[in-house]
């Protein structure tokens, strides 16, 4: 198995790139960079990737464990080295859970079993990164 995109410069510094799935997304640098601030950047959308694995992983254990979840956030920050290329030293996702009837413990059992068996990406940035993850549980 694998996953190609194909990634067509449109003009400036702005690129369109397709997803295996159909979907298209812009990517562009912002001015001070010699862009026009009209696309996603490049390293931001690895950190979308993450938060998207990990969440993908998540909503389907919350289905499966039938836990009663209202809303679902992840934020996530990337630590960029001061030389360049500058590469993430470190990524922090912060997991928030909303709702009037969390079960913390099946919660966090779904996101250590994103964290450590089933997210791709998550492994994949372990590689070159220190990942620190953090749940928030909001009772409403």
């Known amino acids: 198995m ?3 995109v194909t990634t067509k410069w449109i003009e ?3 690129f369109e790139s397709t997803n295996p799935s159909g979907g298209t997304l812009r990517i562009d640098a912002g001015p001070e960079n010699g862009g026009d601030n009209m696309g996603l950047r490049p390293k931001a959308l690895m950190l979308s990737a993450l938060a998207g694995c990990s969440g993908l992983d998540i909503a389907h254990l919350i289905k499966k464990m ?3 979840v209202e809303d679902f956030v992840m934020e ?3 630590l960029l080295t001061d030389e360049d290329p500058s590469t993430y030293h470190t990524v922090i996702l912060d997991y928030h859970f909303y709702g009037s ?3 913390k413990d ?3 059992r779904a996101v ?4 450590e068996k089933y997210c ?3 492994d994949m940035f372990k590689e070159f990164a220190k990942v620190e993850t953090n749940i928030h549980y909001h009772n409403n």
Request: hydrophobic share 30%.
């Open 2 to 4: 694998s996953h190609k």
């Open 12 to 14: 400036n510094m702005q």
């Open 66 to 68: 039938r836990l009663e």
């Open 76 to 78: 996530t920050e990337g």
């Open 101 to 103: 009837n969390l079960d």
């Open 106 to 108: 099946k919660l966090k």
């Open 112 to 115: 250590d079993l994103s964290i």
């Open 120 to 122: 791709g990406v998550m």
